[in-house]
């Protein structure tokens, strides 16, 4: 499973501007230092989505970072924020045991990542 979703998660990166390419990567190689040099450069970020998807990964309030998540995956109109929120929900739910919860977030990811594919090409 997760060498599945890694492939998945892979194919949105050469979709991704450099500095998108730079996020992502440092988020598939979970080089939270990086991530977290990355996140003090507000700079860096693309839009006020990928700032709240990256912020809440520091978050140290999981029912703030789901919040986050959640609203990005409602309301987001970058496909490959919404695709990394639904991703993260999906664990989060998973963990907590929340089988059914995780499964519709899952569905989400494999039903997108075709999607995902299309716009790369």
């Known amino acids: 499973m997760k060498i599945l979703k890694l492939i998945l998660l892979l194919g949105l990166f050469s979709a991704l501007s450099a500095q ?7 988020y598939l190689d979970k080089d939270f ?6 996140q003090e450069q507000e700079r860096i970020f ?10 809440a990964l520091f978050e140290r309030d999981g029912d703030e970072a789901v919040k986050t998540y959640k609203k990005l995956y409602r309301e987001s109109t970058q496909l490959y924020l919404k695709y ?10 998973y963990a907590r045991g929340y089988y059914t919860t995780a499964a519709e977030y899952k569905q989400y990811v494999a039903d997108h990542i075709r999607d995902i594919e299309i716009r790369r090409s």
Not at 20 to 26: G, R, V
Not at 46 to 55: A, I, L, N, P, V
Not at 84 to 93: F, K, N, V
């Open 20 to 26: 998108n390419k730079t996020l992502l990567e440092a």
């Open 84 to 93: 990394l929120a639904a991703d993260r929900l999906q664990d989060y739910y």
């Open 33 to 38: 230092k990086l991530l977290a040099t990355l």
């Open 46 to 55: 693309t839009s006020d989505d990928e700032s709240s998807f990256y912020r």
